[in-house]
């Protein structure tokens, strides 16, 4: 798929099947969240944690459902890959360390569509995960980082394949 087919067929997958994603999979999701810009090239302000335990997974998705009811039962959706982007907060640029992981994320679901998976944001769900002493625990996330934003990744339960329209106000001078 080209590159610019991956950006525009892109979409927020709401519905997943069980079935977990290769090693290959895997790792190309990692190599492409590596392969986005950070500030000044600091990388240590984001860390990657792979969650395909389904049992860690549903825990997850558990304690999301319980402590943000508007976000549904299932509020990772059945999503058998749970990529959590935690950062570690800066006091002399705070939202620098949010914008690195939000450039990994945009990178790890534009290759996830690439490799025919599906992929949505989500970030009710680490808003969550920061009070959870317990998975975070679990989860080795630690050491001043706290979780930022969830990509859940898997197959679509139903493939959507359309380029989207033209959505945001455009001005040119």
């Not at 080209?2 to 069980?18: G, L, P, Q, W």
């Not at 395909?52 to 825990?59: R, S």
């Not at 959706?77 to 907060?89: D, N, Q, R, Y």
């Amino acid at each position: 798929m080209e590159a610019f087919e991956a950006i525009t067929t892109r979409h927020s997958c709401r519905d997943y099947i069980v079935r977990q994603l290769s090693e290959e999979q895997t790792e190309k999701l990692i190599r492409a969240a590596n392969a986005a810009p950070a500030a000044s090239r600091n990388f240590n302000t984001v860390k990657l944690t792979v969650v395909q335990d389904a049992g860690l997974c549903a825990e997850i998705d558990r304690a999301a459902a319980f402590a943000l009811p508007p976000l549904k039962e299932h509020p990772t959706f059945g999503a058998p890959t749970l990529m959590v982007l935690s950062v570690k907060p800066n006091r002399a640029a705070p939202f620098v360390p949010y914008c690195n992981a939000s450039c990994m994320a945009e990178n790890i679901m534009i290759e996830a569509n690439a490799l025919g998976l599906a992929s949505v944001f989500l970030m009710g769900v680490p808003m969550v995960m920061k009070n959870r002493l317990e998975l975070l625990e679990k989860l080795n996330i630690a050491d001043g980082f706290e979780p930022a934003i969830v990509v859940a990744v898997g197959y679509a339960a139903e493939p959507v394949a359309e380029q989207k329209p033209m959505r945001i106000l455009v001005e040119r001078f």
